[in-house]
């Protein structure tokens, strides 16, 4: 079992930034693949981010790509997502999610509570 609180969010101007940071609980944190995804209102949510147990491994949404960063600590069981150059499209509520390592292709299992972004034109 995994549980994360997500932190960070806030209000910011078009062309700011913000830091989410995702607190892990549990001792095999280095263990699980990490995503940050986002929901706006009246949309689907979306995968945003990801990055694999290692931290080798990043993926990108093509809408964040050279914005957006997303890190982990594995000694701090923290993942981040820098946001830079934030956009007002980019408001959404933003969480994170977890799964094993072992299940790269799978579904993620745990989920945060979610943190709002917005962002003022």
């Known amino acids: 079992q995994v549980q994360l609180v997500e932190s960070g969010g806030g209000l910011v101007q078009a062309g700011g930034s913000l830091r989410l940071s995702c607190a892990a609980s549990?001792?095999?944190?280095?263990?699980?693949?990490m995503g940050w995804f986002r929901q706006a209102p009246g949309k689907e949510r979306e995968v945003v981010a990801t990055?694999?147990?290692?931290?080798?491994?990043?993926l990108y949404k093509d809408s964040v790509k050279g914005r957006f960063t997303i890190s982990r600590d594995n000694a701090k069981n923290t993942v981040y997502l820098q946001m830079n150059s934030l956009k007002p499209e980019d408001t959404a509520v933003y969480y994170c999610?977890?799964?094993?390592?072992?299940?790269?292709?799978?579904?993620?299992?745990?989920w945060g509570q979610g943190t709002q972004v917005t962002v003022s034109s």
């Open positions: 999610a977890a799964k094993g390592y072992l299940n790269p292709r799978g579904p993620y299992d745990y």
């Open positions: 549990g001792r095999t944190f280095s263990r699980y693949d």
């Open positions: 990055i694999n147990w290692t931290g080798s491994s990043t």
